[in-house]
């Protein structure tokens, strides 16, 4: 092996090479010489100083024939130079994959967050068709039950403890629809509250707390069911899980 590097640096690859005058063949050969063996690169490298430290010596009166060796130099230090802009391009070419997956994860996460708001967007506007279908349904069934000859009208007077309690309800059996209008509901200490009852077909069903009494036009809806009967009652504020008997102040039948 020291044979083979002593042969290599005896000829004059090295000095053809830093002068840029080697076959494609032969410049491969020196650069895998200098890559492999620390000698022949040690030498590559005493060559390089020793032609800048000529160059500089004869920088005034340049003897005859170094303005080609000096130009032969450039061009052997533009190669080398190429190779580390290569080496730079590939060190930026990473980086801005690097920026580029990176930007690619931000805008894949930004829009995972878009169709997440997207999806709740979504659900909101079927949440609000439902209801506005819901709504629409109820004012539909309102005006059947008013205008139709078939419904019932019954009217509610309060007992008692609710004398000036008024209401009245709406019953048609064609198209089993129940409402009720609540005129009129006497005023209460703020610790109570009045909440509404329906017993159909043996179960009491919690209709809720009435908050104030309704204008004449509006309705609220009862289930249905033959022989049903309703209740008001006088409950704690905030209502109750169960209809407090003694307190029943208005039997609703319909």
Known sequence: ???KIKEFLDSDLLEKYLLDD???AEAFQVERYIAMYPEVRKTYEELQENL???AKLHALTPPEGLKETILKRVKSQNRNSGRKRFIKYAIAASFTAFLFAGASYFFWNQNQSLQEENVMVNNKIKSLEEDMREQLMDVRNQFIVLNNPQTKKITVKGNKKAKELKAVTYVNPVKKLSYINLSK????PND???QMWAEVNG???NLGIIKEATSQEKL???PYSKNAMGYITIEPQGGNSTPTVKNI???IPY
Request: with cysteine.
């Open 1 to 3: 092996m020291k044979d």
């Open 22 to 24: 080697t076959t494609s």
């Open 52 to 54: 800048e430290v000529y």
């Open 185 to 188: 509901l006497p005023n209460l």
């Open 192 to 194: 109570q509250c009045y």
């Open 203 to 205: 179960e009491m069903v």
């Open 220 to 222: 609220l809806a009862l």
């Open 249 to 251: 102040v208005a039997n």
